[in-house]
């Protein structure tokens, strides 16, 4: 609560100030209680002003209601408020824009547009100026406590199109297996040879450097074929607007794959490891199983769309999910013949340049899917300067590579 003067009331202000000075120097007594008499009506006005407003403060008639709508969304909607000596709003948070104000008699009609950069969960709050009796001040009151909106992150709606296609929206189920046999593809180029690790395929031995070195080492193959794809994933991120971006583009590449049951392999540019992935289901799963463990989306709030059993299907498909999937080397990548990308471009950026670098070498179509802003989420002005300018430096010199870059912005229904 704060109590400032208007533009009369500072004159007021002035002139008693004025006159005060005056009959000190003149030593008039008319100047003097002319001088008091203002002062006293200032002080008067401010006193009667802050009063009013301590006692009968602007509170919301809905104030407990709940908004919910999807980050892409823009939302309008009334607020009704019981407030007198109303005279305006001063103030709202950045993601919500005043349109209008209705004064009525028993209560204050205010329309507002809210559109938020963020998943999340918002409590709106407006400065309202009230008027004081004589008009010499005004009451500027926040109202906090306004209605509730809960913003769902667009990675909620495409892990909602995937338990559709997996057949687990509405408490369907879907038969699960004790294990998953991928199918791996050594039937394409040889690109080389890696060491044994304990879930790679036992017929792949490579029997000359394992005899060289004394230690057991497989060959690699490109995935095979003419459509043999890659993805390379770099699910680090620095904020709400990337790690939402990033899900968002992993799961929307396994939704539009899924039907293909080409083997498809896919890495982790964090942990440098990669594995042979069966078919479409099983990108989709990986890419469910990546981005749950990423926190944009909690099992928690998938009971507000799925029951509770799908939920606990969902579980065990992603458990099973790792067991007897093959590991492959590094090179499976390069050896594609389309790669896939989705990286935020601010994580060991060099990986990504060097991997795409190589795979062009090879003649392989490469598509990058990033963030288009990802300065968003920066904490000061210099930072998202910082990383505006090396995000558009790594985009420029992929483009200029021959790469497609394909900035992900949000969703628009």
């Not at 209008?100 to 998943?119: I, Q």
């Not at 060959?219 to 993805?231: I, N, P, V």
């Not at 990337?242 to 590449?253: F, I």
């Not at 009971?303 to 799908?310: D, M």
Request: glycine share 8%.
């Amino acid at each position: 609560m704060a109590v400032k003067l208007t533009r009369r009331g500072l004159l007021a202000l002035s002139i008693a100030v004025t006159f005060l000075v005056l009959s000190i120097t003149t030593a008039d007594i008319l100047m003097l209680g002319i001088s008091l008499t203002l002062a006293s009506m200032l002080l008067a006005d401010v006193l009667y002003t802050y009063l009013t407003a301590i006692r009968a403060r602007c509170t919301y008639i809905d104030r407990g209601e709940v908004y919910r709508t999807w980050v892409w969304e823009e939302k309008e909607l009334t607020v009704k408020l019981m407030c007198s000596k109303f005279l305006g709003i001063t103030r709202s948070p950045s993601w919500s824009r005043v349109l209008g104000v209705t004064v009525l008699e028993d209560h204050v009609s205010a329309n507002l547009k809210v559109a938020f950069k963020f998943y999340g969960r918002y409590r709106l709050w407006l400065e309202i100026l009230r008027g004081g009796y004589l008009g010499l001040c005004r009451a500027v009151e926040r109202v906090e406590s306004g209605p509730e909106f809960i913003v769902y992150p667009e990675a909620l709606y495409w892990i909602l199109r995937a338990l559709a296609i997996l057949g687990l929206r509405g408490g369907l189920t879907v038969e699960t297996s004790g294990t998953y046999t991928l199918t791996p593809a050594d039937t394409g180029e040889y690109i080389g040879s890696r060491e044994y690790s304990p879930r790679s395929n036992l017929r792949r031995i490579d029997w000359r450097p394992t005899a060289k070195f004394g230690r057991l080492y497989v060959k690699e193959f490109s995935l095979g074929g003419g459509l043999s794809e890659a993805l390379l994933v770099d699910p680090r991120c620095i904020g709400r607007y990337t790690c939402d971006r990033l899900a968002s583009a992993v799961l929307s590449v396994a939704v539009a794959r899924y039907g293909n049951n080409g083997s498809l392999a896919v890495c982790r540019a964090d942990r440098r490891d990669c594995r042979v992935l069966s078919g479409g289901r099983d990108l989709l799963l990986y890419a469910l199983d990546l981005v749950l463990k990423l926190g944009v989306v909690s099992y928690d709030q998938l009971y507000e769309f799925v029951k509770p059993t799908a939920t606990a299907t969902l579980r065990k498909l992603l458990r099973d999910l790792d067991r007897g999937a093959e590991t492959v080397g590094w090179g499976a990548l390069a050896g594609a013949d389309t790669l896939y990308v989705v990286s935020t471009l601010l994580h060991d950026t060099r990986t990504v340049l060097d991997t795409v670098d190589s795979a062009r070498r090879r003649g392989t179509r490469c598509v990058v899917l990033t963030a288009s802003k990802p300065w968003l989420d920066a904490r000061s002005f210099s930072d998202a300067y910082a990383i505006y300018r090396g995000f558009s430096n790594v985009v420029s010199a992929l483009r200029s590579s021959g790469v497609e870059v394909v900035v992900v912005d949000r969703l628009r229904q």
